[in-house]
């Protein structure tokens, strides 16, 4: 059991937050994906981000995408991220571009050593790893991102039912058949369908939802077998056949380091058509749609799994998905099932990000809700900030479009507010308002 409720957890994170003000911490460099900086400890230092975009202490290095020059402007406006001018590199492939220019090299060695900075290392891959040895850093660098392996490992949806049937508990996992031969397909479908169940899923190990995964009625066992046929063509070998329930989806997020298991917080998933991602809510106070034993639960068995994960040498960012199922006029608290793990920055990362910030300015009750939409009539950034108008983010609240990279097509916003129906309606306006 973990010693402290969740409750508590909230007010040490606080008590924390506030600590980490009053410190002196050693300054880093941060390499991860493009967000309004995640600060998984209170640092400050030069910060190189996957998409095309390098930010120094007090400097911003960016490459030559349409619209990230203007992104980094906009969130230095608005008081997110370091502070500093903008730099343009001459390249959209900014790795490539200082691998290429030994004076580039040369001037970022120099920033660094110029501030008596460090390296840590918050990448997803071999290529960030590559990068660094090129130019010369990867002897300073300070791993903080899971190895290859382990994060493989880690997203393996048939590897984590595996994992909980031979070190914890089946039942922590839906009832499922892992199956690696076409011919045992029907054979699960029809064990997965006698099942006290509400559906049939179907899912690849390997890829995302939107593409992998279908559920299917009970009496439509040749559509999933169709299905599943399907998935084995395109070269899965190992098909998931489980047993599906009418559900609210969640999100757990840690913080795993060699010596320390942190845990970051609760988000609620925005799931259409049962299956696709649409976004996250957070909360700094409310439990969102959880009681108090369901969080317990959750929290206690994501702690188990972390620590599991950890003790194999996992290290970096860690969401565990789970669902909460609850039978019509059900009184007492749902049955909670893990589903996936994320090796890897997530949707839930963005909102914990600003929170994250937000508690760093003494902001300490908000709630934000995340999605996307497809905005009409926006070429460019600044076009997008003009349309959404007075809803943008003031510094306590408002909306915040992010993943510039997005754009034209598509653009995921971020609205933030004191509770989650007023963040909650403060997206849905701005998705109006960029004709969505």
Excluded at 58 to 79: A, N, Q, R
Excluded at 206 to 227: I, K
Aim: aromatic letters at 10%.
């Amino acid at each position: 059991m973990l010693t402290c409720s969740f409750h508590n957890q909230i007010s040490q994170n606080k008590k924390q937050q506030r600590k980490d003000q009053k410190m002196n911490a050693t300054r880093s460099l941060h390499i991860h994906d493009v967000v309004p900086s995640f600060p998984l400890e209170s640092v400050e230092g030069i910060e190189a981000y996957n998409w095309r975009a390098l930010l120094l202490k007090g400097d911003k290095v960016v490459g030559e995408h349409p619209c990230l020059y203007d992104y980094l402007t906009w969130l230095k406006e608005i008081g997110i991220g370091n502070n500093g001018d903008v730099f343009p590199v001459p390249s959209n492939a900014l790795y490539e571009c200082i691998q290429d220019d030994p004076n580039l090299q040369r001037q970022l060695r120099q920033w660094i050593g110029a501030r008596g900075l460090h390296v840590r290392l918050f990448a997803r891959g071999l290529a960030d790893q590559l990068f660094l040895e090129h130019v010369g850093l990867l002897s300073q660098a300070e791993g903080f991102n899971p190895h290859l392996d382990l994060a493989d490992q880690a997203n393996d949806k048939a590897f984590l039912r595996k994992v909980l049937d031979e070190h914890f508990d089946p039942r922590w996992a839906p009832f499922n058949l892992i199956v690696n031969r076409q011919s045992e397909i029907m054979s699960a479908i029809k064990k997965i369908a006698k099942h006290d169940c509400d559906f049939i899923v179907v899912k690849a190990p390997h890829l995302a939802s939107g593409e992998g995964m279908d559920f299917f009625p009970l009496e439509q066992q040749m559509s999933a077998a169709h299905f599943a046929a399907k998935l084995w063509a395109k070269g899965n070998r190992t098909i998931i056949i489980e047993a599906g329930y009418r559900h609210d989806s969640f999100s757990t997020q840690w913080e795993i380091r060699p010596s320390e298991l942190r845990f970051i917080g609760f988000s609620q998933q925005i799931i259409s058509q049962g299956r696709i991602y649409q976004g996250s809510i957070i909360s700094s106070d409310s439990l969102l749609n959880l009681s108090l034993a369901e969080a317990t639960l959750a929290q206690e068995r994501c702690h188990d799994l972390a620590l599991w994960y950890q003790s194999r040498g996992y290290v970096g960012t860690f969401g565990i998905d789970f669902i909460v199922v609850r039978r019509p006029g059900q009184k007492h608290d749902g049955e909670l099932f893990l589903l996936e793990i994320n090796g890897r920055v997530t949707g839930a990362t963005y909102p914990f990000s600003v929170g994250r910030q937000l508690a760093d300015q003494g902001i300490f009750e908000h709630a934000i809700a995340t999605s996307s939409c497809h905005p009409k009539r926006v070429e460019d950034w600044r076009t997008l900030v003009k349309k959404l108008g007075s809803k943008i983010f003031n510094g306590r609240y408002g909306v915040i479009p992010f993943l510039p990279n997005l754009l034209p097509s598509k653009i995921a916003l971020m609205a933030v507010d004191s509770d989650v129906r007023a963040a909650n309606f403060r997206l849905e306006e701005a998705q109006e308002l960029l004709g969505n």
